[in-house]
């Protein structure tokens, strides 16, 4: 689900090679010596505005543009097109009449026109108020800013250098070629684009030389460095975005992205049906990404995060196998279990109650189903396991390195840098008072004060400190909840859940646990995007990764805090019978399942792993299903189900759904979640792999189905890497190392029974740790209690004289203590500190072996493949060979110039 394309080799790009989609035309060695745009019109704004009727597009009308055909008559009907069927749409620009901006409007609009621009109006058909701006770039606009903005396009073909190919099989499931014609590409090298060398660069057609996505992005970067008030620092067309100027701005699809004919007879319509048919249709969730098509379309911040997407999906394919080969080897072993055996057959051992007063005593035999699926997550490769994904974290990360590498130098990334970032409006609206010299520019700016930033960042980190606070007051509740209830459910009226009031005590706090979880989320959103504003950061790369790291942190917390809390203290701090530990002197501390505390944390992983992404995918694709058809069917009513297909393509993107005001943050938490939840506690949920691996298959499509056909098109915008989501993985990676060590020495009985085997066992001195040597393991793991010693808060209602015929004299409690009339009642024996010493061990080895072999793995696996490095090289080369020789070719010409007018030459020539 990860490569690239049909075959997915890679597009060489960066340092020199891209991909060039050659045209569908005969006549394609068209050149240009000059060129020679189309003058923007200096109309006014009445005059640009145009009350259009509603018009039929066909089929046939969104059908790609072949070079040398002319379809005036079809451009004028699909909405691409200015009205007169020539000029592409590049942008679209709606605002409101009624909207009192005017003024800024109409020096903005100016400003536009001033830079080339050519502009178009037309109101709504739907709503006469609503009118949409349509933008064209000409030919010399574009190639104007494309020099400026050092855009790489293609200039020399290079046949004989072979395509990087990634290690993943490709053949099953590979994209059809026969299906995307569209796909077949040669390599070229690419250079920035200079209208002074512009003859040695490939143009075939100067109307398809910058793909629309690209022809978009130069729009844009005019857009927001025009001014909207005169004599005044005020530019941009996100302060008008943000003021109500403008209510939306975006470029346009291109055209339908469903097709009357099959795409294998008749070809795609257009990039969108052609992504959606081998990208975003469910009949192709078993194959590749094209991440070509996907990065042509919607730029490469997309496309990085559809290729992460993918190679971590394709990642899981191992850690689920092993995941689930340590399940089945659970199960598998599960009737030779000497430890389930002795709980199953131990019909004479009667355990203490779990809670005051209702619970009353029972068999530890009767724990026998819940000691077996104990088994099937807590077994002997379960240490195995949790090497394994704290190594495999780790090779996904510098695996993701190499892959990012190459594609980077695939689209061009290697050599592009971030432009400086214009200050933030509300920065400047704030600061405007207070100017300083940037030292880059040579220009004043806005300015904020050391001491001011300390102070607002004091007050941010108190409001996170605060929230950190109200998450572990939730929990606090839970545990409440958790010790009130065991006692309710012990003296429940039906036998099912009286039999089975811890399990009932755990589900039903998971499933409210959940709840919490997604009310504070809305709450967390709120107070991270205040405190994030509170702190005015200076550009809009400073706000998103303050922001990401705020809701980061309070998501992280909130999921996992419950989770912490059953891992490392449930059941820790309970004390003994007749000494029980109390909240606030009143509830008795919860206490572990007689056949232990992993089955708890079982539950919680996999009820809210499950739940959570079930509902994160009901909402990413229900919420603009509903919304998109609320407003097909408004239209419907309105204008007749039979003109439904008819509105122009900017009527239709304008109802479909905005992208999130927060970019691709949500896609990135939910996956970063999910990656936390897959590796953090994976030693006691082993299939969390094959989980997160079920849910991504799905996700993947959901969120192409959402950015193909739910969601208005992105501005195309240019990334090197994923920010700073990836410092945050390498932070879970350190993490799942240390909480993995401390679930199994903690929470798991590896530790307790490994003790046993070796020091207290039938095999102990001899170095044996089969099952024969856990013989007798469950009577030394439990201590003896007099039950004339409870507490009388304590003390359960029920006598225990349904088991013996006479009141109980003794039960039995999971601990290493001395039994009541030893020398110390009730003190720890010397197997107690035998198991604690073995346990702290464990975390120290554990730990230490653990980072020894991620840090030898991250120095072994280079950042960039070898073969990578040698291309990249030879380019680097090759293009300066060429650069020589144009510059040799230059000055000969020149000689032979002087030559001819009589001129002298020789102090020219070196």
């Given at each position: 689900?990860?490569?690239?394309?049909?075959?997915?080799?890679?597009?060489?790009?960066?340092?020199?090679?891209?991909?060039?989609?050659?045209?569908?035309?005969?006549?394609?060695?068209?050149?240009?010596?000059?060129?020679?745009?189309?003058?923007?019109?200096?109309?006014?704004?009445?005059?640009?505005?145009?009350?259009?009727?509603?018009?039929?597009?066909?089929?046939?009308?969104?059908?790609?543009?072949?070079?040398?055909?002319?379809?005036?008559?079809?451009?004028?009907?699909?909405?691409?097109?200015?009205?007169?069927?020539?000029?592409?749409?590049?942008?679209?620009?709606?605002?409101?009449?009624?909207?009192?901006?005017?003024?800024?409007?109409?020096?903005?609009?100016?400003?536009?026109?001033?830079?080339?621009?050519?502009?178009?109006?037309?109101?709504?058909?739907?709503?006469?108020?609503?009118?949409?701006?349509?933008?064209?770039?000409?030919?010399?606009?574009?190639?104007?800013?494309?020099?400026?903005?050092?855009?790489?396009?293609?200039?020399?073909?290079?046949?004989?250098?072979?395509?990087?190919?990634?290690?993943?099989?490709?053949?099953?499931?590979?994209?059809?070629?026969?299906?995307?014609?569209?796909?077949?590409?040669?390599?070229?090298?690419?250079?920035?684009?200079?209208?002074?060398?512009?003859?040695?660069?490939?143009?075939?057609?100067?109307?398809?030389?910058?793909?629309?996505?690209?022809?978009?992005?130069?729009?844009?970067?005019?857009?927001?460095?025009?001014?909207?008030?005169?004599?005044?620092?005020?530019?941009?067309?996100?302060?008008?975005?943000?003021?109500?100027?403008?209510?939306?701005?975006?470029?346009?699809?291109?055209?339908?992205?469903?097709?009357?004919?099959?795409?294998?007879?008749?070809?795609?319509?257009?990039?969108?049906?052609?992504?959606?048919?081998?990208?975003?249709?469910?009949?192709?969730?078993?194959?590749?990404?094209?991440?070509?098509?996907?990065?042509?379309?919607?730029?490469?911040?997309?496309?990085?995060?559809?290729?992460?997407?993918?190679?971590?999906?394709?990642?899981?394919?191992?850690?689920?196998?092993?995941?689930?080969?340590?399940?089945?080897?659970?199960?598998?072993?599960?009737?030779?279990?000497?430890?389930?055996?002795?709980?199953?057959q131990a019909t004479d051992i009667i355990m203490c109650p779990i809670c005051d007063k209702y619970c009353p005593f029972m068999r530890l035999s009767d724990s026998c189903v819940y000691a077996k699926v104990t088994h099937l997550f807590d077994n002997g490769a379960t240490v195995f396991f949790a090497v394994f994904m704290a190594v495999w974290a780790t090779v996904f990360?510098?695996?993701?390195?190499?892959?990012?590498?190459?594609?980077?130098?695939?689209?061009?990334?290697?050599?592009?840098?971030?432009?400086?970032?214009?200050?933030?409006?509300?920065?400047?609206?704030?600061?405007?008072?207070?100017?300083?010299?940037?030292?880059?520019?040579?220009?004043?700016?806005?300015?904020?004060?050391?001491?001011?930033?300390?102070?607002?960042?004091?007050?941010?980190?108190?409001?996170?400190?605060?929230?950190?606070?109200?998450?572990?007051?939730?929990?606090?509740?839970?545990?409440?909840?958790?010790?009130?209830?065991?006692?309710?459910?012990?003296?429940?009226?039906?036998?099912?859940?009286?039999?089975?009031?811890?399990?009932?005590?755990?589900?039903?706090?998971?499933?409210?646990?959940?709840?919490?979880?997604?009310?504070?989320?809305?709450?967390?959103?709120?107070?991270?995007?205040?405190?994030?504003?509170?702190?005015?950061?200076?550009?809009?790369?400073?706000?998103?990764?303050?922001?990401?790291?705020?809701?980061?942190?309070?998501?992280?917390?909130?999921?996992?805090?419950?989770?912490?809390?059953?891992?490392?203290?449930?059941?820790?701090?309970?004390?003994?019978?007749?000494?029980?530990?109390?909240?606030?002197?009143?509830?008795?501390?919860?206490?572990?399942?007689?056949?232990?505390?992993?089955?708890?944390?079982?539950?919680?992983?996999?009820?809210?792993?499950?739940?959570?992404?079930?509902?994160?995918?009901?909402?990413?694709?229900?919420?603009?299903?509903?919304?998109?058809?609320?407003?097909?069917?408004?239209?419907?009513?309105?204008?007749?189900?039979?003109?439904?297909?008819?509105?122009?393509?900017?009527?239709?993107?304008?109802?479909?759904?905005?992208?999130?005001?927060?970019?691709?943050?949500?896609?990135?938490?939910?996956?970063?979640?999910?990656?936390?939840?897959?590796?953090?506690?994976?030693?006691?949920?082993?299939?969390?792999?094959?989980?997160?691996?079920?849910?991504?298959?799905?996700?993947?499509?959901?969120?192409?189905?959402?950015?193909?056909?739910?969601?208005?098109?992105?501005?195309?915008?240019?990334?090197?890497?994923?920010?700073?989501?990836?410092?945050?993985?390498?932070?879970?990676?350190?993490?799942?190392?240390?909480?993995?060590?401390?679930?199994?020495?903690?929470?798991?009985?590896?530790?307790?029974?490994?003790?046993?085997?070796?020091?207290?066992?039938?095999?102990?001195?001899?170095?044996?740790?089969?099952?024969?040597?856990?013989?007798?393991?469950?009577?030394?793991?439990?201590?003896?209690?007099?039950?004339?010693?409870?507490?009388?808060?304590?003390?359960?209602?029920?006598?225990?004289?349904?088991?013996?015929?006479?009141?109980?004299?003794?039960?039995?409690?999971?601990?290493?203590?001395?039994?009541?009339?030893?020398?110390?009642?009730?003190?720890?024996?010397?197997?107690?500190?035998?198991?604690?010493?073995?346990?702290?061990?464990?975390?120290?080895?554990?730990?230490?072996?653990?980072?020894?072999?991620?840090?030898?793995?991250?120095?072994?696996?280079?950042?960039?493949?070898?073969?990578?490095?040698?291309?990249?090289?030879?380019?680097?080369?090759?293009?300066?060979?060429?650069?020589?020789?144009?510059?040799?070719?230059?000055?000969?010409?020149?000689?032979?110039?002087?030559?001819?007018?009589?001129?002298?030459?020789?102090?020219?020539?070196?």
């Amino acid at each position: 689900m990860e490569a690239s394309s049909a075959g997915s080799s890679n597009p060489a790009v960066s340092g020199g090679k891209a991909k060039t989609h050659q045209p569908v035309a005969k006549d394609v060695n068209i050149f240009f010596d000059e060129l020679e745009g189309v003058n923007s019109p200096s109309k006014d704004d009445d005059s640009l505005l145009h009350h259009g009727n509603l018009t039929s597009t066909s089929d046939d009308a969104s059908r790609l543009e072949v070079v040398g055909e002319e379809v005036p008559d079809k451009n004028k009907a699909n909405g691409l097109y200015f009205r007169d069927g020539k000029c592409r749409i590049d942008y679209i620009l709606v605002y409101r009449k009624s909207n009192p901006q005017t003024e800024k409007r109409e020096v903005f609009e100016r400003n536009i026109r001033a830079e080339g621009i050519q502009m178009e109006k037309e109101s709504s058909l739907t709503n006469s108020d609503i009118i949409f701006v349509k933008l064209h770039a000409p030919w010399e606009v574009l190639g104007k800013y494309a020099e400026l903005m050092n855009v790489r396009m293609p200039f020399r073909i290079e046949k004989q250098i072979s395509r990087f190919r990634g290690w993943l099989p490709r053949k099953p499931m590979k994209l059809d070629k026969e299906t995307l014609p569209d796909l077949e590409e040669n390599d070229c090298y690419t250079a920035p684009f200079s209208q002074q060398r512009i003859h040695h660069f490939i143009i075939h057609n100067k109307d398809t030389f910058f793909n629309n996505a690209t022809r978009s992005r130069i729009v844009h970067h005019i857009l927001q460095r025009v001014k909207y008030e005169e004599g005044k620092n005020k530019i941009g067309l996100n302060r008008l975005l943000s003021n109500g100027s403008y209510e939306a701005a975006f470029p346009l699809h291109e055209g339908s992205y469903r097709s009357k004919n099959s795409i294998k007879t008749h070809g795609a319509e257009n990039h969108r049906h052609l992504l959606y048919e081998c990208w975003a249709s469910w009949g192709v969730w078993y194959k590749y990404q094209p991440l070509d098509l996907v990065r042509r379309y919607f730029g490469e911040k997309i496309g990085l995060y559809f290729a992460w997407l993918g190679w971590y999906t394709g990642m899981l394919f191992p850690a689920a196998f092993i995941g689930l080969f340590v399940f089945l080897y659970g199960v598998t072993t599960l009737n030779h279990c000497q430890v389930s055996k002795e709980v199953c057959q131990a019909t004479d051992i009667i355990m203490c109650p779990i809670c005051d007063k209702y619970c009353p005593f029972m068999r530890l035999s009767d724990s026998c189903v819940y000691a077996k699926v104990t088994h099937l997550f807590d077994n002997g490769a379960t240490v195995f396991f949790a090497v394994f994904m704290a190594v495999w974290a780790t090779v996904f990360l510098e695996f993701w390195k190499r892959r990012r590498a190459v594609i980077a130098y695939d689209w061009d990334l290697i050599d592009w840098e971030e432009e400086e970032e214009e200050i933030r409006p509300q920065f400047e609206a704030k600061y405007s008072k207070k100017e300083r010299m940037n030292p880059i520019s040579g220009k004043p700016e806005p300015y904020q004060a050391f001491a001011d930033k300390c102070s607002r960042l004091i007050v941010s980190a108190s409001g996170i400190f605060f929230m950190i606070c109200v998450v572990i007051a939730a929990v606090f509740g839970i545990v409440i909840y958790r010790v009130v209830t065991v006692s309710t459910f012990a003296a429940f009226k039906w036998a099912l859940i009286r039999n089975n009031s811890q399990v009932a005590t755990t589900g039903t706090a998971v499933c409210i646990n959940f709840c919490i979880i997604m009310l504070l989320n809305v709450l967390y959103e709120k107070v991270a995007l205040f405190l994030t504003n509170l702190e005015q950061p200076r550009t809009e790369s400073e706000w998103e990764n303050s922001f990401t790291l705020k809701m980061f942190l309070f998501q992280f917390v909130n999921l996992n805090s419950s989770t912490f809390y059953i891992a490392f203290f449930l059941g820790r701090f309970t004390g003994h019978p007749g000494a029980y530990l109390r909240l606030i002197n009143r509830w008795r501390l919860e206490e572990c399942h007689p056949s232990g505390c992993l089955i708890d944390l079982c539950m919680q992983m996999g009820i809210i792993m499950v739940l959570k992404q079930t509902w994160n995918n009901f909402m990413e694709l229900g919420y603009p299903l509903i919304q998109n058809w609320w407003t097909r069917r408004k239209l419907r009513q309105e204008y007749g189900t039979q003109r439904k297909t008819s509105f122009p393509q900017w009527e239709k993107d304008y109802n479909l759904q905005p992208m999130n005001a927060y970019g691709l943050f949500d896609e990135y938490l939910e996956m970063i979640l999910q990656f936390g939840f897959t590796t953090i506690f994976v030693a006691a949920f082993p299939l969390a792999p094959l989980l997160a691996l079920l849910n991504n298959i799905i996700e993947i499509r959901l969120d192409a189905y959402k950015f193909v056909t739910q969601w208005r098109r992105p501005l195309a915008s240019r990334a090197k890497d994923i920010g700073i989501w990836y410092g945050i993985l390498e932070g879970i990676g350190i993490l799942s190392v240390i909480t993995n060590a401390f679930v199994i020495a903690v929470t798991s009985d590896f530790i307790p029974r490994l003790v046993y085997a070796y020091k207290y066992g039938p095999c102990a001195g001899q170095g044996e740790a089969g099952q024969k040597c856990m013989v007798g393991y469950v009577n030394a793991s439990l201590s003896v209690f007099l039950v004339s010693d409870f507490e009388n808060r304590s003390e359960p209602t029920s006598n225990g004289s349904e088991f013996s015929g006479s009141p109980l004299k003794y039960c039995r409690y999971r601990d290493y203590r001395d039994p009541p009339h030893s020398p110390v009642p009730y003190g720890y024996t010397l197997q107690f500190w035998h198991v604690l010493a073995a346990r702290l061990a464990f975390i120290i080895v554990f730990e230490h072996l653990v980072f020894c072999i991620k840090h030898l793995i991250s120095y072994l696996i280079p950042d960039l493949p070898k073969d990578l490095r040698d291309r990249m090289r030879r380019e680097k080369y090759l293009i300066q060979e060429m650069m020589y020789e144009a510059e040799l070719e230059r000055l000969q010409k020149e000689r032979k110039e002087r030559k001819k007018n009589g001129k002298s030459y020789h102090n020219e020539w070196p």
